[in-house]
């Protein structure tokens, strides 16, 4: 009996020997956590990188983490004895993603799973990638690529998808009006600008034909955000103003602007006058009218001056509007000296108005000459006695020119003083001086 019983434990402790198991747990990343997972106690940490671990009767659960890894959890049962090595890898990758904007859509790679208000914990798989976007109204879209493969970067452990760029949606009337940022064009009609975190950005809303709109928009602390969506629309015209010829002078509203061209600006629901005249050339003056019942304005307007035929048609001269003072030949009588001023005087003249040879006064009337464009020039010569001993005459040539065309010549006020004579009397004064003396 006591040989049997020796027998028996010595099987038994044979046995047991025999069902021991050691598995050697090695992870990667070598710095990994290793947990036990105790369903009473839960989670405790057992090592870090490597552990040996002896296998009792019980299955035990060994869970490997690290942070910016999806842990890896696996179940232990004893079967067999020995010692076995076990590698458990850490292979595919957490990202624990935010927003700063509260309300922010969060996509992954396309879908909607939620709002920027709490933490999301990003999968990628190994060999793969994911791309994650956060996107609000008023706010240039973020979004980033997070790669968990070989000649990749690694993927952060954490990361905040920061919407700071501002995005202004623009809007311009009419079609075809363009849309530029500090002076370099986005495109046409309808387009997002985007003002980067803590710049001013100048937007420009042009059209050939219109005047320019400018907003600067900021996104700068303690300044007004700029707005989600803007609308504008171009009503002001500019209206280039050509001219022949080039340097002919340009009024606007009766005020000099230019001598060689100009851009006219005429607001809307505005008309303006512009007056287009170079010496020798006929006075041309034509409104413009930025209104809806008066069509549309021109992009470009060629305005031709015709040439003056009253300029053609005299002289420059200083005879002109100016007392002269004649002297009579001492040899000559009073008598005859009249007589003489008479006939030179009517012989370019047909009435005299008055004629006094007792006061030495005499006025011819208006001599009329119309041209084709409107334009009137009236002339009259004057006559005084101005000394009688030695006899002197003192005659002026009374040169004047309609300010406005077609006009009566008993309309004084619609005439002004002309610096210039018709060709017919430009000898006028010469001939009185050589005849007289």
Known sequence: MRNLFFVILFIAVFLNSYGQKTVNIETTPGDAKILMDNSSTGLSEIGIGTVQLKLGKDPVTVVVEKEGYEPVKKTFIRTGGGDVTEKMILRNRIVKVTSNIYDAEIFQDGILIGKGAREYEILIKENSNVTLSAKSPGFLTKTVVYYNMPGRPEPPVSDALLLQDRVVNITAHPAGTSISADGV????????VTIPHGSCVTVTISKEGYANIEKSYCNKENMTAPPVNEVFVLKDRVVQINTSPENAQIKVDGKVVSNNGFKLLVLEDQCVEVEVSKESFD?????????????????TDHINLVEDEAWTSSIQS???NVNFSISVN???????????????????????????????????????????????????????QGNIEPLKYVVKVV??????????VREDENFREWDRLLKTYKDLISEMQARLQ
């Open 185 to 192: 064009l986005v495109g046409e009609d309808a387009r997002p």
């Open 283 to 299: 006075t041309q003056r034509k409104n413009y009218c930025n209104t809806t019942n008066m069509g549309n304005l021109p992009i």
């Open 318 to 320: 200083d005879q002109a």
């Open 330 to 384: 001492p040899a000559m009588d009073e008598e005859t000296a009249w007589k003489t001023l008479s006939q030179i005087i009517l012989d370019k003249f047909d009435i005299l108005e008055i004629t006094d040879r007792a006061t030495g006064y005499m006025r011819t009337a208006w001599h009329i000459k119309p041209f084709s464009n409107g334009t009137i020039v009236r002339t009259r010569v004057i006559v005084k």
């Open 399 to 408: 040169s004047e020119i309609s300010i406005v065309k077609n006009v009566s």
